[in-house]
């Protein structure tokens, strides 16, 4: 296995695990180690495939982030308020994929732009297991679509990404 497919492979096996990036760094500065027999350029191709297998994560995980929030304003785009529709997101890889519920709780008309102020349940697990967790968010008009407004720090489901 080449140490390029060490920093594609790896991390996919370890998606969830939030050492995954230095777990690549260090294997392929190992085998860059042992197979140079320099120390030093096993220790510098670990830091460097520790820095781009974290920074793919962190770009992969902002853009499945994205793409759940848009199929939810999507799925609110043509609600008035009091408004009800059902969202899912089906992603490519198919790890994640949610649904759930939203509401229309309010509509904001300003000169700036048109926005929506949504009230939208996540729900994971199936049958006696399902988890449904609610959240707010604002939502708003931008050129062709309705595309997400909230400030990330204040929705603590994604983690590590804000």
């Known amino acids: 296995m080449t140490v390029r497919r060490a920093v594609v492979i790896v991390p996919l096996l370890l998606a969830g695990c939030s050492a995954a990036p230095q777990i690549a760094g260090l294997i392929s500065g190992g085998a ?12 510098a191709a670990g830091i460097v495939v520790d820095a781009a297998a974290n920074a793919g994560m962190k770009y992969y995980g902002r853009s499945r982030q994205n793409a759940e929030q848009d199929a939810i304003a999507d799925a609110a785009a043509d609600l008035p308020a ?58 708003c008009h931008q050129q062709a679509r309705w595309k997400w407004a909230s400030a990330e720090p204040a929705v603590p489901r994604w983690g590590y990404l804000q």
Not at 32 to 43: D, I, K, N, R
Not at 92 to 109: D, K, Q
């Open 32 to 43: 860059v180690g042992v197979s140079t027999g320099s120390p030093a350029l096993g220790f």
């Open 82 to 139: 009091g408004g009800r529709a059902s969202w899912r997101i089906d992603h490519t890889i198919p790890i994640g994929n949610e649904h759930g519920e939203l509401e229309v709780t309010r509509v904001i008309a300003n000169p700036l732009a048109d926005c929506k102020e949504i009230a939208f349940s996540v729900e994971t697990g199936s049958g006696k297991d399902v988890r449904r967790g609610w959240y707010l968010a604002t939502i």
